[in-house]
């Protein structure tokens, strides 16, 4: 007889059929059986998985206290010594979506088993946890569970017979999916042609670096003609008033800042200096008007071109600094901004 | 036939200042006046020569290059051709090394990158270069001096006392001895030919701080050449900016390439290109070394890799479409993308690259307080507004020497063959 994959999957008070919001500050609780989608699951995998295990939690209860509930469900997940975990899947639910990415990336991280769920890309648990476990594409609402529980069972059995995954665009899942395990203890030219010559007889490998599947960011459209428009100037070049008031770093960035134009034609060379290990700013330097175009930008609010310029311009310097950190800081600016009614960006980067 | 390099090392195990310079028995003693009178420059405001040891409570700040003692054992002034040495074609003959022992070169100009480094204490066994002895040339520019004329200074004084030192081992006899030659290469085990290999590599060669020696000349704006590997190994090609051309001295993928060359594979040459800044010159150097790789070497595949930073991921990217679409096979070697916490910088995101090694990562380190920095004065950028002295926390991604460096290097594996020393 062969061997039937053992599952444990994870759901909320709602799909456990538990109720809905009144009862989201539900304890977790385990059912040796499919419970809800998990029924649908088990008739998908055709006999080849079962699922062993049912972990129930209320929403409330595990997006309030990931801290302490997270590496419960991960002790409950190893005492069942499952081949397979199974997060949801949770679409756009918020909270649903928190339990499902974490519980998904800690079982991954710790147990180091195949784990899986399927979330949509605006999600919050998605960001989170993209680069940490397989989290699959869906649409904003449940409407298509089917052809997402389906698309999880596909995806599951690849990954539990060790077949290699492809990258997220390919694949569909968000992010770079779970840290590669790489074995540093063998110089980096040794794995280099194992891997290369692999791929020269078309025999299996698998990169060490997997291209991330980034979310698209629509692009937004000005909603008023740009004479009306206020427009604020942000950079990633790193000019800092001079002397560097605000200790910003030339790498790794810590911060964004802003500071004042206001009253300025122009933007003078020894008012300035960069903080940016990243580029000659040799250039930037003799002119700051090059990185941060408060003299053009005069100009054309006297002309009538764009309606007013914002009294101040954002700095960090983009290099080296993660991508986390990048988009904390572009959701910062973006709140000021947005705050003080601006319309549109100019953003330049070096 | 290629060229044929023998390279003898010779291992250190001590290294003290005494009246007379010599080495026996491991133990390098250095005149550390005569080595004065010897590298001192006008362009110095001060000179100071420092002894480093492996396990000390000491923060090196601002190490600009680090450098085996090395010179060419029957023509020692043909040593660092046309950089520091009369002109000789570079990577032929017998080299000796001094193996345990480093020259470092503390940098004061302007520059973005500045990297630092604990040989001792908990950080200490993360990079490669807390195994060594460290000479310091610790030497700052005279007011007055451009950047450009104190980098020349100190790269000069820097070479002068790295031959000394060499030159101290040329009659002993060696402890391990490396011979890199290309020799004729048959089929394979399966009788079919071997595949073809070349290596390709960006460098950086972008203004006169930012630039790249080739037996002296600067490499600023070349376009992408072939070289010799073993002129690389011995010296005729130098950085000149904030990478340490040990790890050129030592270049892994060529010497692993080289060694398994008539084995699993034919190595057929090395390609270099420079990484320039816009998008159309960043595709033509790819397309260029593509058609090098392909119709000159004759390649069947690419090891694609790197130095600089961000920007040469992208170049590397380019250059790698045009390898696979021009019917080559290809892997690419990055250092810091992995997407391990606290998070490295993949700036590309290609499907098509499908086969990258990923030779290093970043990490979280806490720095305790140190008894001795050196450098203090020189300035680390990526350290504003810190407490060099310690304690602070600080990732290591461009700032700490000798995690990993740009070619693929890592502090796991590189330099393992030399034993740690203890805390003293």
């Known amino acids: 007889m062969v061997k039937k994959y053992r599952v444990v999957h994870y759901i909320n008070q709602f799909y456990g059929g538990y ?85 998904t990336a800690a079982v991954a991280e710790t147990l180091k088993i195949p784990a899986v769920t399927a979330l949509f890309a605006e999600n919050p648990g998605t960001d989170i946890y993209k680069d940490s476990c397989y989290i699959l594409e869906t649409e904003n609402n449940a409407r298509n569970m089917k052809e997402v529980l389906k698309r999880l069972v596909t995806f599951s059995l690849r990954l539990v017979s060790g077949e290699p995954i492809g990258d997220g665009k390919k694949e569909g899942y968000h992010g770079s999916g779970p840290a590669v395990e790489i074995d540093y203890s063998v110089p980096a030219p040794k794995r280099a042609l194992k891997m290369l010559l692999a791929k020269y007889y078309n025999k299996p490998f698998r990169t060490e670096v997997v ?37 910003m770093v030339v790498t790794n960035s810590t911060c964004f800042k802003s500071y004042s134009i206001k009253g300025k034609d122009r933007l003078k060379p020894e ?9 000659n700013n040799a250039y930037v330097l003799e002119d700051p008007n090059r990185l941060v175009p408060v003299d053009a930008m005069r100009v ?49 980067s070096t | 036939m290629g060229k044929r390099l023998q390279i003898d090392y010779i291992d250190v195990k001590k290294v003290q200042f005494g009246s007379k310079s010599g080495l026996a028995g491991g133990v390098l003693t250095v005149n550390r006046d005569e080595l004065y009178n010897l590298i001192n420059n006008d362009l110095f405001a001060w000179l100071n020569i420092e002894l480093v040891c492996p396990g000390e409570s000491c923060r090196m700040l601002s190490v600009h290059d680090i450098m085996q003692p090395r010179c060419k054992k029957e023509h020692p002034e043909e040593s660092y051709p046309g950089i520091w040495g009369k002109l000789a074609p570079a990577g032929e003959g017998e080299t000796i090394a001094l193996r345990g022992v480093v020259v470092s070169d503390i940098y004061y100009a302007k520059c973005n990158i500045k990297y630092y480094l604990d040989v001792g204490g908990p950080c200490a066994k993360y990079s490669n270069f807390s195994r060594h002895y460290h000479i310091v040339i610790d030497a700052a520019p005279a007011e007055g001096v451009s950047d450009l004329s104190y980098a020349r200074a100190l790269k000069y004084a820097s070479l002068t006392a790295n031959v000394y030192l060499a030159k101290l081992g040329i009659d002993l006899k060696p402890d391990e001895t490396e011979v890199f030659e290309l020799g004729p290469v048959g089929p394979g085990k399966d009788g079919k030919p071997l595949p073809k290999v070349a290596y390709f590599v960006t460098h950086m060669a972008s203004h006169d701080t930012w630039n790249i020696l080739y037996y002296g000349q600067s490499a600023l704006n070349f376009l992408p050449i072939i070289v010799q590997p073993t002129e690389v190994l011995d010296g005729a090609f130098l950085w000149r900016y904030w990478e340490c051309n040990y790890y050129l001295q030592n270049e892994l993928y060529i010497k692993e390439l080289m060694k398994r060359h008539g084995k699993d594979l034919e190595f057929v040459g090395v390609v270099f290109a420079n990484n320039v800044m816009k998008i159309q010159g960043k595709d033509t150097m790819g397309m260029i070394a593509s058609t090098l790789c392909r119709d000159t070497l004759k390649a069947d595949c690419v090891v694609v890799n790197k130095s600089g930073m961000g920007h040469c991921q992208l170049d590397s990217a380019l250059a790698f479409n045009w390898m696979e679409k021009m019917g080559m096979t290809c892997v690419m070697n990055q250092s810091a993308v992995s997407n391990d ?35 203090e004065k020189a300035g680390v950028p990526s350290l504003a507004g810190i407490d060099p002295w310690g304690p602070f926390d600080h990732t290591t991604n461009y700032a700490y020497q000798g995690i990993w460096s740009q070619l693929g290097d890592c502090y796991v594996t590189t330099d393992s063959n030399i034993p740690r020393k203890e805390e003293v």
């Open chain 1, 19 to 103: 109720g809905g919001e009144d009862t989201a500050g539900m304890a977790m609780l385990v059912k040796e059986k499919p419970v809800g989608p998990g029924l649908e699951l088990e008739k998908m995998f055709d006999g080849k998985a079962e699922i062993v295990a049912t972990i129930i939690c209320g929403d409330n209860k595990i997006a309030e206290n990931l801290e302490t509930m997270v590496p419960k469900v991960v002790e409950t997940v190893k005492k069942y010594n499952p081949d397979l975990f199974i997060g949801g899947p949770g679409f756009n639910a918020g909270r649903y979506g928190m339990a499902c990415g974490a519980t």
């Open chain 1, 211 to 247: 291209m991330p599947n980034h979310e698209k960011i629509p692009t937004p459209v000005l909603d008023k003609p740009l004479s009306e428009a206020k427009i604020a100037l942000v950079t990633d070049g790193g000019l800092v008033p001079k002397g560097n008031p605000d200790n």
């Open chain 1, 271 to 279: 008012d300035y200096e960069v903080r940016h290990q990243g580029y």
């Open chain 1, 300 to 348: 054309l609010v006297k002309e009538g071109f764009i309606g007013s310029l914002f009294d101040s311009y954002f700095t960090t310097a983009g290099v080296m600094t993660g991508m986390d950190k990048c988009k904390s800081f572009g959701e910062g600016i973006a709140k000021i901004l947005k705050g003080n009614g601006i319309d549109a960006v100019i953003l330049t």
């Open chain 2, 341 to 375: 916490r606290p998070g490295d910088m993949l700036v590309i995101s290609d499907p098509k690259i499908d086969a990258v090694i990923n030779s290093g990562r970043n990490y979280t380190l806490h720095h305790p307080k140190v008894k001795r920095l050196i450098g």
